[in-house]
């Protein structure tokens, strides 16, 4: 199987974690496990922006302070809410992959964010 493939099952099966539903914590658990699991990544996880410094949410793989992870910024509405990092080998295609990966679970990145009382729905 090439790379290429992996990466298209790897988006499916993303879709299918969004898909599910449920609360965003047990979705982005969800997420960065295909991440590590099935695109191969050494070590993924979510850093969310939260009181001006990032904080370590979901995570799965290998240890998170590896020095060569790849930051990609998480932004909803315009404000960077978050960062998906990855760890491993990572070619155009990856990079390509988890840009939209970053761009797929941005609604389900908000931890600290004032939605002013007003209920919102990823």
């Known amino acids: 199987m090439s790379r290429a493939d ?3 099952g790897a ?3 993303v879709d299918s974690v969004l898909r599910g539903g ?3 914590d047990d979705i982005l ?13 050494t070590w ?3 850093r969310f922006v939260e009181d001006g410094g990032p904080v370590l949410g ?3 793989g290998a240890d998170a302070a590896a020095p060569e ?3 990609f910024p998480v932004v909803f509405q315009g404000t960077r809410v978050a960062t998906l990092e990855a760890t491993g080998e990572l070619d155009a295609a990856d990079r390509t992959f988890l840009e939209q990966v970053a761009l797929l679970v941005s609604p389900y990145a908000l931890v600290g964010w004032d939605t002013g009382g007003e209920a919102w729905e990823p």
């Open 44 to 46: 993924a996880g979510i």
């Open 69 to 71: 992870a790849a930051s």
């Open 29 to 41: 658990r969800g997420v960065v496990a295909v991440l590590h699991e099935q695109a191969g990544y």
């Open 22 to 24: 449920g609360e965003a």
């Open 58 to 60: 979901p995570q799965a």
């Open 6 to 8: 992996e990466l298209r």
């Open 11 to 13: 988006l499916e099966a």
